[in-house]
């Protein structure tokens, strides 16, 4: 039973260019979470989505960042003309409920790691 | 607004030693606390918490929850090298699980 599977693991990327992380949640996961680590930080919230929809964004900046959960697929986070202060690792978790349903903790993927030179 | 709030921010100690990490919260809609391990890789789950006073343990670790004051300690005795990382505290309310800045724990052999 595989884990939450991030992808890539690294990513460099140039101010201005995109970047594209993917997660792939456990099997039987329906709820997505996106969190931000920046370095020496504990984790922040960014966007939580379930198939589909768009639960809270509250953590996510207005500009630039987007996330999407498809019908099929992984879970995309999105970040356009991205700039240094980007430089950060994302990690991605699910669970087959929602956080209000506190029956199962959240599983947590790799991160990746993306720096912007 | 919601918060979490951990503390001490950064600990030192030498093997052997007790530590208390501690996590205040305050969140409109609480469902449950969660301690989480992070190395280098991801956040390893170590606890859940939904009721006060009651205390969970594993091994070395142990973390008690209290609802009416809004927060958790997480205890960990006897540390050992392998016990450094940086402990993350977690609440869960309806839709959401916010985390605290964590506290990085370093233990000298």
């Known amino acids: 039973n595989a884990g939450v599977m991030q992808n890539p693991r690294h990513l460099v990327r140039r101010r201005g260019q995109e970047a594209r992380l993917r997660c792939s949640p456990m099997?039987?996961?329906?709820?997505v979470y996106w969190y931000r680590q920046l370095p020496e930080e504990g984790l922040k919230f960014m966007v939580y989505?379930?198939?589909?929809?768009?639960?809270?964004e509250s953590g996510m900046p207005k500009e630039r960042f987007s996330a999407e959960f498809p019908k099929e697929g992984p879970s995309i986070l999105r970040i356009q003309q991205v700039v240094r202060g980007d430089s950060a690792a994302y990690f991605c978790?699910?669970?087959?409920?929602?956080?209000?349903?506190?029956?199962?903790?959240?599983?947590f993927g790799n991160g990746t790691r993306l720096t912007v030179t | 607004e919601d918060k979490v709030v951990q503390s001490p921010l950064s600990l030192v100690v030498h093997e052997g030693d007790t530590v208390t990490l501690n996590c205040s919260y305050e969140?409109?809609?609480?469902?449950?606390l969660l301690w989480y391990k992070q190395e280098k890789k991801a956040p390893t789950f170590l606890f859940m918490l939904?009721?006060?006073?009651i205390e969970k343990k594993s091994g070395r670790l142990s973390s008690i929850l209290d609802k009416k004051e809004l927060f958790s300690i997480l205890n960990i005795t006897a540390t050992q090298t392998g016990d450094s990382a940086i402990y993350l505290c977690?609440?869960?309310?309806?839709?959401?699980?916010?985390f605290g800045a964590g506290t990085r724990l370093t233990v000298k052999p």
């Open positions: 989505l379930q198939k589909e929809n768009i639960i809270d």
């Open positions: 977690a609440v869960r309310d309806n839709n959401d699980m916010r």
């Open positions: 099997k039987g996961h329906s709820h």
């Open positions: 969140v409109t809609n609480f469902r449950s």
């Open positions: 978790a699910s669970s087959p409920q929602g956080a209000g349903s506190y029956n199962s903790p959240l599983h």
């Open positions: 939904t009721s006060s006073g």
